[in-house]
Nanobody, 115 residues
Framework: QVQLVESGGGLVQAGGSLRLSCAAS????????MGWYRQTPRAQRELVAI???????NYADSVKGRFTISRDNAKNTVYLQMNSLKAEDTSVYYC?????????WGQGTQVTVSS
C-alpha cells in the first residue's frame, strides 16, 4: 500500500510564497513521474507541474516563472515552491505519483491567497 501525504498549504497574501511537500511511503520500488495538480469546486482538476525521475519538468503556462517543482528521490518526496502567489492560485492542491504501473493521489491541501 502506497500513501502520499501532503503538507505546507495555508493562507497567504497575494505576492507571498508557500512551499508544498508530498512524501510517498509504503511499498515503493521506484517512482516515475511526480506532480502537482489543483482543483476548485467549479473546475476540473488541472496540471500545475510535473517532474520526471530524471528531473525534467513541465509547467502550466499560468504558473511558469512563479512556481518551481523539485524532488528528493532519496526521500521519495516532491516539492512545489510557489512564489508571487495570486488570488487565482487559490485551490486544493493534489500530489500525484506514478509508481510502477499504478497512479496515486494525495488527499489534497488547501491553498488560499487573499487579495
Amino acid at each position: 500500500q502506497v500513501q502520499l501525504v501532503e503538507s505546507g498549504g495555508g493562507l497567504v497574501q497575494a505576492g507571498g510564497s508557500l512551499r508544498l511537500s508530498c512524501a510517498a511511503s509504503g511499498s515503493i520500488s521506484s517512482i516515475n513521474v511526480m506532480g502537482w495538480y489543483r482543483q476548485t469546486p467549479r473546475a476540473q482538476r488541472e496540471l500545475v507541474a510535473i517532474i520526471s525521475g530524471g528531473g525534467s519538468t513541465n509547467y502550466a503556462d499560468s504558473v511558469k516563472g512563479r512556481f518551481t517543482i523539485s524532488r528528493d528521490n532519496a526521500k521519495n518526496t516532491v516539492y512545489l515552491q510557489m512564489n508571487s502567489l495570486k488570488a487565482e492560485d487559490t485551490s486544493v492542491y493534489y500530489c500525484n505519483a506514478h509508481i510502477g504501473w499504478r497512479e496515486y493521489w494525495g488527499q489534497g491541501t488547501q491553498v488560499t491567497v487573499s487579495s
